[in-house]
């Protein structure tokens, strides 16, 4: 029943926004409001927060920010109204669609987006007194990517500087219990609770989310890749890079596909989320997940509080489901019809060439409203009858922040579903004739490549940062979660491919399901890009050569795995997938997958042309193959094996994490 209705409700999943809601019962306001004081939103908000609530205004704060920036600069005005009504008060619970908090997160960005160089560290010294912390790492990561300079430097990784969105609150329970007893346990507890201390480091095993569930419907076999720090960090990074409040038009100046580039990478991690269920497919273990109407994310803020539990759905016909419904049978009328109606009345036909574009567009200024964004987390974050997608709440749901909201599988199942407006669209046109792609002129004669091996391997995250809110002496010891991650041994793909020509080109790499040589190509949709690059080719016999360690494309986050202590280089990168993840889990007696290798000679023109291209190529959409395999693109049939991890406490961990 919940998927029914359910169905109707994931357009709103392209484009990231969260929302605040309050609890159901305002019991306190009732409580005071019975007295002589009558509290306003604002003042309620001061009881709901702990500690003493001083006004902003009263201690004249703004004044500090006037030394260095002009009082008249108009995103300055609108922080310094923020401040003074108490909206970045630090204490309170950050996400990007509260109203108040939203306007001042992007008031200071733009403040730090413009401001000279030399007054960056002024601002930043200022905003790490006065402004919520949370607001302020936000901006900051905004501003080191969309300024024009470096002068702002990255931070570190999100689940470095907030862990309690990454791991279980039950091991940031024992974290700080830990702290408090200046890092000593009863060594029976330290068993119970899975706790060890190898030199100035303590170490708290840490499960997934649900690991204690026993419910057999419910049980999630995918944690380690939905819940997957580097998964959700990038995650993150799609968000900041694609911001839902930004215009088009500045999105467009910064990179005019940007549009494409978001579709594709949805589409991307749907398609690699499909593939990692592939392992469970082989064994016929359910891939499907029962979760939608129960979900407990096992996480918590800073206050206290939990995330928001879902325990049901309910979705009762009323003014947000109707506004829901009606923009899901617009965008349907615009496909059927094929043009689209912009702002300012203009008709524009949807074709082969712009109907990416503009469906991504057309999705982004409907369901990327705030009030829509809102109602929807509100329906679908909390369950039940939601909760008042206007007021503040002290403890939303993971759908409303970007880095968790990949780990309830409702976000998954409804960016499937948003996807299958694209390919409505794309089934009315004839499929594109993939034949000016096929030269004579590469024949890859022959390949070798290297065994292919999943296994699980330990994490060890900081939970330093968790300590920053409390009086705590220092201490030299360094506290850890340790939590097993899927990773794959280095592996290598060669090539050995014959040129009649002497030129550069282009390599396209991908991994699809299994399948057999012209027949892959009816599986377009399940194929995920594993690199493009480049290869000068010399005329007669060439080697071609791929690596998992040598490729630019991903980010790499063991720098900050706190158990490697050598010296390394710092590759991660929030903007790009992570580089444990390109392999779907394999199996003890191997996973049969697919691996496609297409080779493409570049002319003087063809980068231009090549980035006419879809992103995605060739796998974009549906194709026209004439005749069989071409010399110079090729369908492999390829095996990855898994390795059954032997390390020593096991008992902890959920058995299919091995």
């Not at 609530?53 to 008249?72: A, C, G």
């Not at 005329?539 to 720098?559: A, H, I």
């Not at 231009?608 to 090729?634: C, L, M, Q, W």
Request: charged fraction near 25%; include cysteine.
């Amino acid at each position: 029943m919940f998927l029914k209705y359910l169905s109707i409700m994931f357009l709103w999943l392209f484009f990231l926004g969260n929302v605040f809601s309050s609890p159901a019962g305002d019991g306190l306001r009732d409580l005071v409001n019975e007295g002589e004081v009558i509290l306003n939103d604002e003042t309620y908000k001061k009881y709901i927060v702990p500690g003493t609530y001083t006004s902003q205004k009263l201690q004249k704060q703004t004044r500090q920010i006037e030394d260095f920036i002009d009082k008249d600069n108009e995103h300055f005005k609108i922080l310094n109204q923020h401040i003074e009504a108490g909206h970045t008060m630090k204490g309170l619970t950050f996400t990007i669609y509260d109203d108040n908090m939203r306007e001042a997160a992007i008031a200071l960005f733009r403040i730090l987006q413009n401001v000279e160089e030399d007054k960056i560290n002024a601002v930043k010294e200022w905003a790490y007194k006065h402004i919520n912390k949370d607001i302020l790492e936000y901006v900051l990561r905004l501003a080191s990517i969309h300024r024009d300079d470096d002068a702002i430097e990255e931070l570190e990784p999100p689940f470095v500087t907030k862990p309690n969105f990454f791991v279980n609150s039950e091991t940031i329970h024992k974290a700080l219990k830990l702290k408090i007893n200046n890092g000593k346990i009863d060594p029976q507890e330290g068993q119970v609770y899975q706790i060890y201390r190898e030199e100035d480091m303590l170490i708290i095993n840490t499960n997934y989310s649900g690991w204690n569930n026993w419910n057999e419907d419910c049980r999630d076999n995918l944690d380690y890749f939905t819940q997957d720090i580097g998964l959700n960090s990038y995650y993150y990074g799609v968000h900041l890079q694609y911001p839902f409040w930004m215009s088009n038009d500045e999105l467009s100046a910064i990179d005019s596909k940007y549009a494409e580039q978001y579709y594709y990478i949805h589409k991307y991690l749907v398609a690699r989320y499909n593939m990692e269920k592939e392992h469970l497919r082989q064994r016929n273990i359910s891939t499907e997940s029962k979760c939608y109407d129960d979900f407990i994310p096992y996480l918590s803020y800073e206050n206290g509080l939990p995330f928001a539990t879902r325990s049901s759905v309910r979705m009762e016909w009323n003014e947000a489901y109707t506004r829901i419904k009606s923009i899901d049978l617009a965008i349907k009328e615009c496909i059927t019809r094929g043009v689209i109606f912009m702002e300012n009345g203009t008709k524009v036909d949807l074709t082969e060439e712009n109907y990416v574009d503009l469906l991504t567009k057309l999705i982004r200024a409907n369901y990327e409203s705030i009030q829509t964004a809102k109602s929807v987390r509100a329906l679908l974050g909390y369950g039940g009858n939601g909760h008042p997608s206007d007021r503040y709440n002290p403890a939303p749901s993971v759908l409303h922040h970007p880095q968790t909201a990949l780990r309830d599988p409702t976000y998954w199942y409804m960016t499937q579903e948003c996807l299958k407006y694209f390919t409505e669209y794309s089934s009315t046109l004839e499929p594109y004739d993939f034949s000016r792609y096929q030269s004579e002129d590469i024949d890859i004669i022959d390949n070798n490549f290297s065994r292919i091996t999943t296994y699980y391997d330990h994490f060890y995250i900081s939970l330093n940062n968790i300590f920053e809110n409390y009086d705590f002496k220092t201490s030299e010891l360094i506290y850890t979660a340790r939590q097993k991650r899927i990773k794959h041994l280095p592996f290598s793909l060669a090539f050995t491919v014959n040129s009649k020509v002497n030129k550069t080109s282009l390599v396209k790499l991908f991994i699809g399901p299994r399948c057999q040589g012209v027949n892959c190509w009816d599986k377009y949709s399940q194929f995920y890009e594993l690199d493009t690059f480049t290869q000068k080719l010399e005329e007669g016999l060439n080697l071609l050569k791929w690596s998992s360690e040598l490729s630019e494309k991903y980010s790499v986050d063991d720098y900050f795995n706190v158990e490697l202590k050598t010296v390394r280089r710092n590759k991660f990168d929030m903007l790009r997938f992570p580089e444990n993840l390109i392999i779907p889990k394999g199996l003890n007696e191997g996973l049969n997958i697919t691996l496609f290798i297409l080779i493409v000679p570049m002319n003087d023109d063809f980068e231009t042309d090549f980035y006419k291209e879809p992103i995605g190529f060739p796998f974009h959409r549906e194709v026209a193959i004439n005749g069989t395999d071409f010399s110079n693109y090729k369908f492999y049939n390829i095996t990855v094996y898994h390795k059954e991890n032997t390390r020593e406490m096991e008992e902890y961990y959920s058995p299919h994490l091995n």
